[in-house]
């Protein structure tokens, strides 16, 4: 699993590429952890090279999102495959992140 | 074919990748990302919760029936009793607030295989899941 971060205007914007799973997720925890603090909440998030997350990612997503929305902000997600986009759908995540 | 892993700290991503890579597992990528999902939900499952401080076996079974075409994969361990399946399914009505970490992984696991069974058996817990698979 790769990340990108970088900072467009007011928006933070991350790129996945790989897998979030069990051998990764603790990381990709300490890569978004600074996701979850300060002023400017909105994160935009492309997951066109996302292949795959298990419920360790959802457990992460679902994370970022309640820090976003205490802070008034907006997470979206873009371009899932659609297994993956299949895993939001069944648990119900489609219902509490936007994804475009 | 059957592999015994002892012992299964830290040992999620041997198992899963020593499962994903049996001959048995079919060459279709949609269907892997479901069966890699289910097989990781149900091996985390066990490295985390079946031992105190994560010392015990896990021992994986993989199946394929030519004729039925049923993929056949069980877990067995010497851990805690524990039913998975008797977990109740996370409330997918609710708002992200409500929503708590956790609790997904044998739902997802439920979704993903056509059958999952549960039993207790010569002091082991056995989780059998199975999924058919298009000829």
């Known amino acids: 699993m790769d990340i990108k971060i970088s900072q467009q205007e007011n928006k933070t914007m991350v790129v996945l590429n790989g897998r979030i799973d069990t051998s990764n997720a603790d990381q990709f925890q300490q890569d978004v952890a600074p996701l979850m603090e300060g002023e400017n909440p909105d994160i935009d998030i492309d997951c066109t090279d996302m292949s795959y997350t298990s419920s360790q990612g959802l457990r992460i997503f679902l994370m970022l999102q309640k820090s976003v929305m205490a802070r008034k902000g907006k997470l979206v997600m873009r371009n899932m495959n659609p297994q993956v986009k299949e895993v939001f759908d069944i648990t119900g995540f489609s219902n509490i992140i936007t994804i475009v | ?135």
């Open chain 2, 1 to 135: 074919m059957k592999k015994r892993f002892n012992p299964i700290k830290d040992k999620s991503s041997e198992i899963i990748e020593f499962v994903m890579s049996s001959p048995d597992i079919p060459d279709d990528d949609v269907l892997k990302f479901k069966l890699r999902l289910s097989i990781e939900e149900a091996v985390e499952n066990v490295v985390r919760y079946a031992y105190d401080g994560g010392i015990g076996w896990l021992e994986t079974n993989i199946d394929f029936n030519q004729d039925t075409l049923l993929l056949t994969i069980q877990l067995r361990d010497a851990g805690v009793p524990f039913n998975p399946l008797e977990k109740e399914d996370p409330d997918l009505t609710l708002s992200a607030e409500d929503r708590n970490i956790g609790g997904l992984g044998i739902f997802l696991c439920k979704k993903m295989m056509d059958n999952i069974e549960y039993r207790y058996e010569d002091g082991n817990n056995v989780l059998t899941m199975t999924k058919r698979v298009q000829g």
